[in-house]
């Protein structure tokens, strides 16, 4: 596995129909590469920048300029802990401590069975709930020592797999233009006039 | 630009601006252009603004934050950056307030605050910006006490370029000039922030024709290329400004040595002509000049074999050779020379009563090109229209390949394309037909079929790049199609495409074809037994005619060859003297680049053993055959060719004090109308063939370079995807090439650049030779079996 | 830690009190973010009226409202559409959802509990501004806000309210969902675009990239922020009158803030602009209730992470540009971070600041290795190794990312007046400065703490991972 499979292949081609520019679809297509393969592979760029019309450099020039993309295998959990501003005022650094130790390895680590990569994040945009944390993008909030505990219990239980997949998966909803519903990418090389609406006439 | 029209009067150039704006920068009043950065028009003014991203050539980024200045604002004084901000009527600009200087002074401290310092072992230590800047602008001291950033040392991102990640300062320009000017975007910031770095993709190399510029414009030594490194210290360096004779683009160069030796050769910005680019090819062929390989002493043959002999034996040799030859004596070549060095051989010839000459060995357009309306490269990137009936420019003129592609790029130019396969400006052209080799005619009269072609062609200037795109066909097709462009466009003129550096000066200057007996027609003349005296002056035709066994029937053919070049190349090996030639940076003189361009060469290294230089060779043996020429001196060379060679000797007196050269127009005498070649029908099994140029061959100046020889891509050839599937070879594994009853074997490889039913062919490559089967038809048909 | 994930999460006590709810009034409902429930309160109401009016009409509606843009810079939104340069085509829009400022809260609400609210924005926005395709750039990490709108979209591309031939109208246009991948500085909206264009998301200078004029494939694109547009349907359905009759002239209608750290009640409150003042906000039974466990106000970030700090003096400004600005401040993005007495305050200032140091794009060179730089000596400071030269360096660090006077706060306690906002730099954006701000608030108002630091020479043990 390293290239993108057929149905991603099929996916990444609606995805590019939609931007005026190949190149724009560079992010989402990393994405799927990451949720096909859990973390984002050489092939799969090299196999990207032919879809969008890019040398393998410029993506990975744009991929490792993101947090999110991962280069290397990492745990079925990312765990991203935030340290920021008001979740360290509310004990993130206490809780990053327990974290280290209860999963028995350095921030940036990963755990030996695979099955958890801690990270220290930067601010979550759930500031009224520190601290907080995401497992692979998904929330928990104020969390405590004691949360933080039960919370690892019930991932290596299985008792959380409907709710958080795996890492690389984001949205599990995506979104889709009915044929004959979308107006289609509007390129600028198209376009020689106003949009026909923008008149100066109601448009209804 | 200064224009001579030889013969008539120079034109002198229109200089006054319309937009011209007046800004004050530190209370002088300058004259700036309207829409000029503040930091160009300081620099015009003399007021230097320290910048490290800023490159004049380049789009700006504004992101080194080095030039930093105040412009006065309606709320007080604005710090802005001066590389990307524009003048304006009125403008107030100060770069020397206290705020300024310690903007400035910051920048550089942090700046050195990851730099490794480590000066003395760098290859730009003592011409480099950053340690140059920190000793004007800096602040004498850094307080940065933590640790500093740590990558891996040096580490070789291409065949030529190392890179150095602690010493880059993250100026972009680079990668920026891979990116926006190259168009090779294969290195590229990676990482964020602090952590940002320049890297290639795992495993893809910086393989770029353009590299060595990157290595120019680094302004700290985080870029070295493999040929200087650790060769000279900068302040040991001599230099002198040239030209890049590599090919007819005629780059401006300056050329600098150690002892005696040639170490490195930089790019001049000349604004007609290079920008200060110049391809690596160019920039790294000065190798071949300190090869061990040179002819240091005249040879000449004994029982069979080339023996040492004194220049006054060989020559003694040759003149009676040639006087025995008379008018039956061929000259071939001369285009690698100088615009004195053709004048010269061109008097040798006329004294001769010869009439068989061609500088160009059939591997070029006739010289009836030049007879055409010409164009400079500025007119061709400022035309509405530029028509490319040419070889990939990328492989054969690179340094035009980036003046046109900026033109597309920008938007000031289209391109209307006709080619056989695409070429790396197909994705850049308004219109880009694939035409199979030896229809060029065809496919332009349907083009001048198209309603909006048409309007396109009438909308302003246009200029036809004209060469030969594939030496498996006659140039005539490419001739005619030339022909039709400038019937159908008004106005239109033509910009050549020649391979070798002077072939505009040799064939202007007296060695061109007369009569229509040019290098084919002297070859078969030769295989026949008709020429007595065969004199290569610094050519191979055993490498570079298209047709082998004619080349080699030709040597075999000719009584008595002469051969006068600085290696001992395949023909030079079958000569019965060869005289050893001074090359590029061993000779003063002049070259005249594609465009009619006259510009100054240098000598910077004495050449080595006894080699002389070309003219020297022309002379004495003139005077040997009771000729006296009067010239002893190169002065006395130009003084001559002020009543020989109208233009010539008026530019080359100017050219001293100008970077930019003088352009010379004379068509070479007497043309001869072009003969089309039918190309004959084909048989749909068969592969026409495309015999193109690669940037990298088995030329005798790139294989003797080290940087440079392991760069050929070698003998092959390619086909479609689909044509692959269709004859059931395997990309990388031998095929058989065949034509009639003769046969190559060589890798295939797919290219879905190349069209269906066409098979391309790199010309003059290490390994099997695929020149055995051309023949100087019209076109050439192949079959491709799997052994 | 309770409730699955990606629920909403809030105190209470959000929705009490009488309060004008202009983007908050379906968050009530546990089912807000559906089209069921979005059309049995007034859903796509205020698109359907906009569409029954001219564009240029409806673009006047939002200019006489003065929607402050709620992304940082306040902006005008009606204002901003008419930057756009007449008679270039196509215009495009980006919607900025990349939320990612310290202490910042609310996009991500309006994109999880009311997307459809924001659609409608969006098409409004599109319509009177005459722009033809419309980019929803979440961030990266949100993906239930990714999910909420992929989900919303695709129930509003059936039901006809986005694409073709909008409620059977003239007016087409799509809404395509993008999404990052992880990095603050693509908020900052020319940054925002490169991103969009598939390239490392680094900011262009402006000039000469506005965005409203060069932005997107070169394109005028207008960016605007998620509150910003989740305004307009209330605005088509209630008039701009209504609008302006919350708030003041300066600063009208309602904005979301997050009051976050150490008070009673952290949450995200819908206030009324221009009039609310901090201490109604801090200590106001509707909203936080004061400082957690009856401690004592130390000091507050009035406006996300790159604001200058505030201490109790500045406790009765209200949320008005006009008046934060001359007090050394900034209100951003709507964020109060408050800290209390026992708050370690080099510490927080190191959190802030390597923050921005590891948020930097490494565009600029100040912003680069500057912000670093104050990392590494405020850590050291943090950690007990620092010195008191270390303290006026970093100060100079500081000055050459911010050149001149810095902004900051007026001090009783100290005797210090205020030097207003906004700052000189260096560098292209603001994140260069932002790492220099919670430093220089620091060590302007606590400088004692820091110099406690150093001469006390305490460090702070780092404890060791279990084997
Ligand atoms: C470093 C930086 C980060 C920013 N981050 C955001 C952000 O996350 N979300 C946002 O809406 N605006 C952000 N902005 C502001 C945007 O540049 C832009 O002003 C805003 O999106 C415009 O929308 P508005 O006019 O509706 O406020 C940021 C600005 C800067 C300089
Ligand atoms: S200030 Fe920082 S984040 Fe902003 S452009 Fe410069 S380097 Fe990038
Ligand atoms: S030279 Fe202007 S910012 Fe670098």
Redesign the interface.
């Known amino acids: 596995m390293a290239r993108l499979n057929d149905d991603n292949v099929r996916l990444a081609i609606e995805t590019i129909a939609r931007y005026p520019r190949p190149r724009s679809a560079m992010i989402p297509l990393l994405h799927l590469a990451q949720e096909q393969d859990g973390h984002v592979t050489n092939e799969a760029m090299a196999h990207i920048a032919d879809l969008v019309g890019a040398t393998p450099a410029e993506v990975w020039g744009t991929a490792s300029f993101y947090e999110m993309f991962k280069f290397e295998a990492v745990g079925k959990y990312v765990v991203n802990i935030c340290g920021t501003m008001s979740c360290a005022l509310m004990g993130a650094d206490e809780l990053i401590h327990h974290a280290e130790e209860r999963l028995g390895v350095h921030v940036g680590g990963t755990t030996p069975d695979g099955l958890f990569t801690l990270e220290r994040a930067e601010c979550q945009a759930a500031c009224t709930e520190a601290p907080c944390l995401q497992v692979n993008y998904r929330y928990r909030f104020r969390v405590s020592t004691e949360s933080f505990d039960s919370l690892v219990d019930d991932l290596r239980a299985g008792r959380l797999d409907g709710e958080i997949p795996a890492h690389g998966t984001l949205a599990t909803v995506r979104q889709q233009i009915p044929a004959g519903r979308g107006v289609g990418a509007v390129a600028p090389e198209s376009v020689v006039s106003n949009p026909d609406w923008f008149d100066g006439k109601a448009a209804l | 630009m200064t224009t001579v029209d030889a013969g008539s009067e120079a034109i002198p150039a229109p200089e006054s601006d319309p937009n011209a704006v007046s800004v004050t920068i530190n209370g002088r009043t300058v004259e700036a252009h309207k829409g000029e950065w503040i930091i160009a028009a300081a620099d015009r003014a003399g007021e230097y603004i320290p910048r490290f991203c800023y490159h004049p050539r380049m789009n700006s980024v504004g992101m080194c934050r080095q030039c930093l200045v105040e412009v006065e604002g309606p709320r007080g004084p604005m710090m802005v950056v001066s590389c990307m901000t524009p003048v304006a009527e009125g403008q107030v600009v100060r770069t020397d307030t206290p705020q300024v200087k310690r903007a400035q002074e910051g920048m550089i401290e942090l700046l050195l605050a990851n730099h490794p310092l480590d000066c003395p072992v760098c290859d730009k230590g003592g011409e480099c910006p950053l340690q140059d800047q920190a000793f004007s602008h800096g602040p004498g001291e850094s307080r940065f006490v933590e640790e500093k950033r740590h990558y891996e040392k040096p580490i070789p991102i291409s065949e030529i370029v190392y890179l150095d990640r602690e010493r880059c300062i993250l100026c972009d320009r680079c990668t920026r000039f891979a990116d926006d000017v190259a168009g090779d975007a294969l290195i590229q910031f990676t990482q964020r922030g602090n952590n940002t770095q320049v890297m290639t993709f795992p495993d893809e190399p910086f393989a770029s024709y353009f590299s060595g510029n990157t290595v120019q414009i680094c302004p700290v030594g985080a870029l070295t290329a493999k040929p200087f490194r650790f060769k000279a210290r900068p302040w040991d360096l001599e230099q002198r400004e040239s030209t890049c004779t590599t090919c007819s683009v005629g780059c401006r160069t300056v050329v600098q040595s150690s002892r005696d030796e040639i170490v490195r050769v930089q790019g001049v910005d000349s604004d007609p002509v290079n920008w200060g680019w110049l391809c690596d090819r160019g920039r790294f062929d000065f190798q071949s000049v300190n090869s061990g390989d040179r002819v240091l002493v005249p040879l000449v043959r004994r029982d069979g074999a080339l023996a040492t002999a004194t220049w006054a034996d060989a020559l003694d040799e040759v003149a009676t050779h040639l006087r025995g030859a008379g008018a039956s004596t061929a000259i071939l070549g001369g285009a690698r020379g100088t615009n004195e060095d053709a004048f010269m051989w061109g008097r040798l010839a006329d004294a001769l009563g010869c009439t068989m000459r061609d500088a160009q060995l059939d591997d070029g357009l006739p010289a009836e090109v030049l007879a055409m309306p010409q164009a400079t490269i500025d007119e061709a990137c400022s035309a509405a229209t530029v028509v490319l009936v040419a070889p990939d420019l990328k492989e054969e003129l690179p340094v035009l390949h980036l003046r046109l592609r900026d033109a597309a790029m920008k938007k000031r130019i289209r391109i209307i394309e006709i080619s056989a396969v695409e070429t790396a400006l197909t994705a850049l052209a308004w219109r880009s037909v694939r035409c199979e080799p030896g229809t060029q005619p065809e496919a332009v009269a349907e083009l001048l079929t198209d309603a909006a072609v048409m309007t396109q062609l009438a909308s302003g200037s246009t200029v036809v790049v004209a060469g030969r795109a594939n030496l498996a066909e006659s140039a005539s097709h490419t001739m005619s199609a030339v022909e039709s462009l400038l019937a159908a466009a008004p106005a239109a003129s033509v910009l050549p495409v020649l391979r070798r550096a002077n072939v505009r000066g040799a064939l202007s200057l007296g060695l061109a074809p007369r009569d229509g007996r040019d290098a084919a027609t002297i070859l078969h003349d030769a295989a026949e037994g008709r020429i007595e005296c065969l004199v290569l002056l610094g050519s191979d035709p055993l490498s570079d005619v298209p047709d082998a066994d004619l080349a080699r029937r030709a040597l075999a053919g000719a009584r008595f060859v002469v051969s006068i070049d600085a290696f001992l190349s395949p023909s030079a090996a079958h000569a019965d003297v060869v005289l050893p030639a001074a090359v590029a940076g061993e000779k003063d003189g002049t070259t005249t680049n594609l465009e009619g361009r006259v510009t100054g060469t240098a000598q910077k290294v004495t050449a080595p053993g006894t080699a002389r230089t070309d003219w020297m060779i022309a002379a004495e043996l003139a005077e040997m055959l009771g000729h006296d020429f009067g010239v002893a001196t190169l002065v006395d060379v130009r003084r001559a060719m002020e009543s020989g060679a109208p233009g010539w000797g008026e530019a080359t007196s100017r050219l001293a004090n100008d970077v930019d050269g003088v352009v010379v127009r004379r068509a070479p005498a007497a043309a001869h109308p072009v003969r089309r070649t039918a190309p004959g029908a084909r048989n749909s099994h068969e592969f026409r063939l495309v015999l193109a140029r690669k940037l990298y061959d088995s030329a005798i100046a790139t294989r003797t370079s080290p940087a440079l020889a392991s760069l050929a891509p070698g003998a092959g050839i390619a086909v479609h995807p689909l044509d692959l599937e269709r004859i059931g070879a395997v990309a990388g594994e031998p095929v058989r090439v065949v034509a009639g009853e003769r046969a190559v074997v060589l890798p295939v490889s797919v290219s879905a650049r190349v069209p269906r039913g066409t098979a391309l062919s790199p010309f003059n490559q290490p390994g099997a030779d695929i020149r055995e089967l051309v023949r100087g038809t019209g076109a050439l048909d192949v079959s491709i079996e799997v052994p | ?2 409730g ?3 629920t909403w ?3 209470p006590g959000f929705w009490e009190g009488d309060r004008p709810r202009i983007v908050t009034s379906r968050f009530a409902h546990a089912d807000s973010h559906t089209l069921e429930r979005f059309l049995a309160t007034d859903g796509y109401a205020g698109l ?1 009226r906009a ?6 009409e409806v673009h006047g509606e939002v200019r006489t409202a003065t929607v402050l843009g709620r992304g940082g810079a306040g902006f005008p939104a009606g204002t901003k559409w008419g930057l756009a340069p007449e008679g270039v ?2 215009k ?1 829009m980006v919607v900025n959802g990349d ?7 609310k ?2 609400l309006l994109m999880e509990r009311d997307p459809h609210q924001l659609i409608e924005g969006c098409l409004i926005a599109c ?1 009177a501004a ?1 722009l ?2 419309c980019f929803l750039y979440v ?6 806000a ?2 909420r ?3 919303a ?2 129930e509003a ?2 039901a ?1 309210y ?3 031939n ?9 809404i ?9 500085v693509v908020g900052e909206e020319t940054a925002l675009i490169e ?8 900011p262009r ?1 402006k ?2 990239y506005f965005p409203a004029a060069i932005g997107l ?3 005028p694109t207008i960016v605007n922020n998620v509150e910003t547009l989740a305004n307009l349907p209330w605005i088509m359905r209630n008039g701009a009158s209504a609008y302006t009759a919350i708030g003041t002239a300066t600063s009208p209608g309602t904005r979301m803030v ?5 008070v009673a009640r ?3 409150y819908e206030i009324v602009n221009g009039t609310t003042t901090f201490r109604d906000l801090i200590y106001g039974d509707e909203f936080c209730r004061g400082i957690r466990d009856g401690n004592t106000l130390k000091a507050f ?1 009035p406006g996300g ?1 790159s604001a200058p700090w505030f201490t109790p003096d500045q406790l009765d400004l209200p949320f008005e540009a006009s008046r934060v600005g001359p007090a050394g401040s900034m209100l951003g993005s709507g ?1 109060v ?3 209390d007495h026992t ?1 370690d305050i080099p ?2 200032a190191l ?2 600041t390597r ?1 921005y ?10 912003c ?6 104050l990392e ?2 405020l850590s050291r400071v943090v950690d007990g190794r620092g010195t008191m030269e270390d303290l006026d ?1 970093l100060m ?2 500081g ?2 990312i911010c ?2 006077d810095f902004p900051h706060a007026s001090s009783s306690d100290l005797g210090l007046a205020a030097v207003p906002f906004p700052y ?5 954006c603001f994140v260069g400065p932002s790492a220099f701000v919670p430093v220089h608030s620091a060590l302007t108002l606590f400088r004692s703490e820091f110099e406690e630091r150093v001469s006390r020479r305490t460090r702070i043990p780092v ?1 060791a ?3």
């Not at chain 3, 569409?51 to 240029?56: E, G, I, N, W």
């Not at chain 3, 909008?166 to 799509?174: E, Q, T, V």
């Not at chain 3, 395509?176 to 603050?184: C, F, P, T």
């Open positions: 830690m309770s699955p994930s990606g999460q809030h105190a359907r569409l029954a009016m001219p564009a240029a085509w196509p495009y939320e990612s400022e310290p202490g910042t809260y996009d991500r319509y005459g033809s395709q961030r990266g990490e949100m993906a239930l990714q999910e709108i992929a989900t979209l695709n591309y059936a006809g986005v694409g073709r909008i409620l059977g109208s003239r007016f087409s246009l799509d395509v969902l993008h999404w990052g991948a992880g990095a603050y991103s969009l264009e598939g390239n490392r998301g680094m200078l000039p000469p494939y070169g394109q997050a009051v976050s750290g150490h952290p949450g995200v970030v992470g964020a971070m408050v800290m708050t510490r927080a959190t802030l923050f140091a590891h948020e930097s794009c490494g565009k600029c060179t100040p680069r290795e500057g912000g670093t730089w590494r000596i360096q100079e660090v000055q050459s050149p001149g000189k730099m260096t560098t292209i404890r991972v279990a084997p």
